[in-house]
């Protein structure tokens, strides 16, 4: 219900934002966020991820780590990455804004914009991972709605008072900050409720921490600066080739289809540890039974919601924000076919990282990102917005059915092995 409400105010904001500044300002938006995006991806080590792995162990002492090491060691690693993505936009900002759109004009807006980083790293990093481990996926939800209701308000606001696109980044920055306050409540109240213990008691291994997971931290960082690339990439290249409205096009289409990737997001956090947990424990059944119930439930959402934008796409658009957005219905048709297919298929890197199989993982989004830039460079100086579409609709094929094809391919291995063992 919650995530449902988030995803209906994300989508208002979306809409609200696109029609105000109309397409070439929320293309600049879109190249704003996508240039300070790019830099954050190589400082992002994706700590709730790695915390998911960790944390439990620690917790039921079946490894060296103290939970709160972890926990401080991983947050510390938030907090450095923040500050390097400041200090590295602060020094590139030239660089990028003539990069993804020739334009200096962009410099301040990306120096504004850079501050979220910290805010947005630790938020989505080691405070979700906390709060997903200790099962606290209602109050991710809550916090989800409250986030999105703030952002809402404040960019209202902030149109209505004319401060325009300047005033739309400050807002977003601001709600990332509003989010990352709740969520440091919100992780030290579950620490406290579900350990018994105070979180805020020092935390003195930090090194020791490093030593003994560093390579892990390397593999998940490579794996997610990979599939970060290739998520700005398409937003930045398209910039280079085409106008900022049909960036704008482009990026109002990914903002209203993003909602729908949104509902595998809580999916996904579920399916990981419980597939980890059979997987552990040898249950290859039951995660085949897991996974066709997971895409069942997703396919039954989203495949009448692609049905609905195919044949009624452009003329809600046009509903909505008017003869300035004309041409969006067909970008909006196939970046919604390609993120159902890989939203269904959003179990297949659980799988692969349950099977610890993070470097057939990375190996996927290398080939898939790959053939997204490739087909770019190919479709976007003649078809734009809709060139751009089809590569990013083509990427998520690859990356979702080659990903899902190796996990299923692993667990007929180990239902193998494991009837082999039986005769034996």
Do not use: C
């Not at 606001?157 to 440091?184: N, T, W």
């Not at 579950?190 to 003994?212: S, Y």
């Not at 996974?291 to 934008?309: E, H």
């Amino acid at each position: 219900m919650g995530g449902g409400f988030a995803a209906l105010l994300n989508t208002a904001q979306a809409i609200v934002a696109a029609r105000w500044l109309g397409s070439a300002e929320y293309g600049y938006f879109a190249l704003v966020v996508a240039a300070v995006g790019l830099v954050m991806q190589f400082s992002d080590f994706r700590t709730w991820e790695v915390l998911i792995s960790l944390l439990p162990r620690a917790l039921s002492k079946a490894s060296e780590d103290h939970p709160q090491d972890l926990v401080y060691s991983l947050f510390l690693i938030d907090l450095i990455s923040g500050a390097f993505t400041i200090f590295a936009v602060l020094l590139l900002s030239g660089i990028l804004a003539g990069i993804v759109a020739g334009d200096e004009s962009l410099i301040p807006l990306i120096n504004t914009y850079v501050w979220i980083a910290p805010g947005m790293l630790i938020s989505n990093g080691v405070l979700a991972g906390v709060l997903r481990v200790l099962d606290k996926y209602a109050w991710i939800t809550a916090k989800s709605a409250a986030t999105s209701f703030v952002q809402l308000s404040l960019v209202v606001a902030a149109l209505s008072m004319g401060f325009g696109l300047r005033g739309v980044l400050v807002s977003v920055v601001a709600s990332q900050y509003f989010d990352m306050a709740v969520g440091l409540v919100m992780a030290l109240r579950a620490w406290k409720i579900e350990i018994k213990t105070n979180v805020m008691e020092p935390g003195l291994g930090f090194l020791a921490t490093l030593r003994r997971h560093g390579q892990y931290l390397v593999s998940v960082w490579m794996s997610g600066t990979i599939k970060g690339i290739q998520s700005r990439a398409d937003v930045l290249l398209l910039g280079y080739f085409a106008t900022p409205s049909a960036v704008g096009k482009y990026r109002l289409s990914l903002d209203l289809v993003g909602n729908l990737a949104r509902l595998g997001s809580p999916v996904q956090d579920v399916v990981l540890p419980i597939v980890s947990e059979l997987e552990a424990s040898k249950e290859r059944i039951k995660i085949r039974r897991l996974i066709a119930q997971t895409a069942g439930f997703l396919a039954t959402i989203l495949v009448p919601i692609l049905l609905v934008v195919v044949f009624f796409g452009e003329p809600i658009v046009l509903f909505f924000l008017g003869a300035e957005y004309r041409g969006t219905g067909p970008i909006l048709t196939i970046l919604t076919i390609g993120i159902t297919i890989n939203t269904i298929l959003i179990w297949a890197r659980p799988l692969l990282i349950a099977q610890l199989k993070v470097r057939e993982a990375n190996l996927i989004a290398i080939a898939g990102g790959l053939i997204e830039v490739l087909l770019i460079l190919l479709l976007v100086p003649r078809w734009q917005a809709v060139g751009v579409a089809l590569a990013l609709a083509v990427m998520y094929f690859v990356n979702a059915g080659w990903s899902a094809w190796i996990g299923l391919r692993g667990i007929s291995a180990g239902e193998t092995v494991l009837k082999e063992g039986v005769v034996k």
